[in-house]
């Protein structure tokens, strides 16, 4: 892509509390248009509680959240969930539901309460369930449905919201390796309309391999931040997780192939 | 979206619940003839010049006892259940009923209190006023205990109903030891959920909170819906989750509560409606509830019908025989939800 790209997402020395606990502390983030950032660190490290802090779920304790240049907290919740979604791997919708009822709920902020879904609304879940593959379980209620197929459906909510902005908690835990990669090809399509988007994921190689930028949370800080490739390779990485991780440069690939081994 | 055989549910519920009625307001101690119901409707609708076919005596039952009586029936099951339809999106549990909320504990306590001031042969309708704001005043407290600690779990809602039930309950024993005895029969007859000597005055009372609070529940049906994907993901699209939960737990107390309070206790038809409909209709506000609606109220008045004739000498509780066929129910519907996750 050329030219600068427009700032949709930015965090100042964010701090955030769970309970009485600091679990975040002096994050500055920035999320562009169009940018694939990922999130890694070791378990506990505040991810989860960085995305959700992101997705204005949880107030910060100290710095501020603004989305499109705007502080997030004047944002009407509404008006924020059509520029921003999120989605988990925790969410789960009632067995009874159909796919393509779940997704078409992704519709609310832009319908609301009362206003009946249009045209637009159908179109718009048509495409997300297109994109994530599932078109074919809409009719399928998600009791009936694989945890993987459950999670495409979470993301198919999501983009049926048509955010700018797509945070993912995630997105591939439950997912065999070819919808991994299925995944990360939508979410190359949507980013290439011009949707930033940011992805906690546990997978380091995947990681690295689909990412422009990653960013190394550990003990609620952010440790690392850059090419993935360079943050992996870093001694802060190693000390992170507690691994040596080595990357070997495979002359039939385009990316360096990651071996892991505990340190002694 | 919805297969054809779906669609007809709820016609086919309107349908049975229009021949309940029916059947209800025809048979009883003293029966009344089928064609006869209806032509004596039809006349007091307007629609029929002859108005004879029952007779006098027949014309008085119909339309002081039995047609307030079965019409009641419908509102109190109804209500019930599209308040457990609701709480069980609500609360993410298939199995949740009004009672969890301490709804039937408060009412008792306020009926209780009632009688037990002589407010309810001194003042007209105290007894079920005083349940209605019992009923009230228990999901209130319910809901701002829960709440005090942070922000209102849903174990912590669930958990702290119990609480408040078992505490409403131990003050209503109380009460009802320190009452005279002549007047703890009044509060028993109530407690045992009944809607024997109801009359228009009851539908009326019932009809505007039951009525009100069904439509703007269904009014509400989108919000319900996504508070049911959870909390976090309800906030995520935008929806002001705690007022929302709020508005809503508050209707379903109005509801719930003016239902309670003309018909006593009603155990388990807030639960059993929904969970069988939600398999043939989906679990989608807009059919759910209005589907509810009909299976609650021809579970009642077939459950009040049976009160009634199943035995020649005494009419049995209402509640009683709503528990004997909800209960099994529960404990087949927790034992296959068990199975399944």
């Keep these: 892509m050329s030219g600068p790209r427009e700032v949709l997402l930015s965090t100042h020395a964010l701090a955030v509390d769970r309970g009485r606990r600091r679990v975040l502390s002096d994050v500055s983030v920035e999320l562009l248009a169009g940018e694939a950032l990922v999130v890694v660190g070791p378990n506990a490290a505040g991810k989860s509680t960085l995305v959700r802090a992101l997705a204005g779920l949880l107030e910060p304790a100290a710095g501020e959240v603004r989305l499109c240049g705007r502080p997030l907290a004047e944002w009407p919740s509404d008006a924020r969930a059509r520029v921003l979604a999120l989605a988990t791997s925790e969410e789960e919708g009632p067995d009874a539901l159909h796919v393509v009822e779940r997704v078409a709920l992704g ?64 997105p591939a835990a439950h997912l065999d390796i070819g919808h991994q990669l299925q995944l990360f090809r939508t979410l190359d399509g949507v980013r290439a309309c011009g949707v930033g988007v940011l992805a906690v994921v546990h997978d380091l190689a995947r990681a690295a391999e689909w990412a422009e930028r990653m960013l190394l949370v550990a003990e609620g800080r952010i440790a690392a931040e850059g090419a993935p490739d360079a943050v992996l390779a870093s001694e802060a990485a190693c000390r992170a997780f507690g691994v040596r991780i080595r990357g070997h440069a495979v002359p039939t690939l385009s990316h360096p192939f990651y071996s892991f081994e505990e340190r002694p | 979206m919805t297969s054809r055989g779906s669609r007809l549910v709820i016609p086919a519920l309107a349908g049975a619940l229009a021949l309940a009625l029916l059947l209800a307001t025809a048979a009883g101690s003293v029966p009344l003839s089928f064609p006869g119901v209806v032509k004596a409707l039809l006349a007091k609708l307007g629609l029929l010049g002859d108005a004879s076919a029952l007779g006098a005596t027949g014309e008085t039952i119909l339309f ?88 209102a779990s849903l174990h912590g809602l669930l958990l702290t109903g119990i609480a408040v039930s078992a505490l409403a309950g131990a003050m209503t024993s109380v009460l009802l030891v320190a009452t005279e005895e002549f007047r703890v029969k009044a509060v028993l007859f109530w407690l045992a959920g009944g809607l024997d000597g109801r009359g228009w005055t009851h539908v009326q009372a019932a009809a505007l909170f039951v009525l009100s609070g069904v439509a703007l529940l269904v009014l509400l049906g989108r919000p319900i819906d996504v508070l049911s994907l959870g909390e976090q993901e309800a906030a995520s699209l935008g929806l002001p989750v705690r007022a929302t939960r709020l508005g809503l737990l508050g209707l379903a107390a109005l509801v719930a509560g003016a239902a309670t309070a003309v018909a006593g206790s009603v155990p388990f038809v807030g639960l059993m409606a929904p969970h069988a409909l939600r398999p043939l209709v989906g679990p989608l506000s807009r059919r759910l509830l209005p589907a509810a609606f009909l299976g609650g109220a021809v579970l009642v008045v077939l459950a009040d019908l049976g009160t009634r004739t199943l035995s020649a000498r005494v009419e049995l509780p209402l509640g009683a025989l709503t528990a004997c066929v909800g209960a099994p129910y529960f404990l087949l519907a927790l034992r296959a939800n068990e199975g399944r996750g």
């Design chain 1, 107 to 170: 519709r609310y902020p832009h319908r609301g309460p009362f206003q009946p879904l249009g045209a637009t609304d159908h179109a718009a879940v048509a495409r997300a369930l297109q994109q994530t593959g599932i078109a074919a379980l809409a009719d399928r209620r998600l009791g009936t449905l694989s945890a993987g197929e459950r999670q495409l459906a979470t993301l198919a909510r999501g983009l049926a919201q048509e955010p700018r902005v797509l945070l993912l908690d995630e």
């Design chain 2, 64 to 151: 002081t006892v039995r047609l307030p009586r079965v019409l009641l029936a419908a509102l109190v099951g109804g209500g019930l259940a599209v308040v457990g339809a609701v709480l069980q999106a609500v609360f993410r549990n298939p199995l949740a009923d009004p009672g969890l909320l301490g709804v039937g504990a408060g009412a008792a306590l306020g009926a209780v209190l009632a009688v037990h001031l002589g407010l309810a042969s001194a003042v007209f309708f105290a007894l079920p006023l005083a349940a209605f704001a019992g009923a009230l005043a228990a999901v209130l407290a319910v809901y701002f205990i829960a709440g005090a600690s942070g922000r």
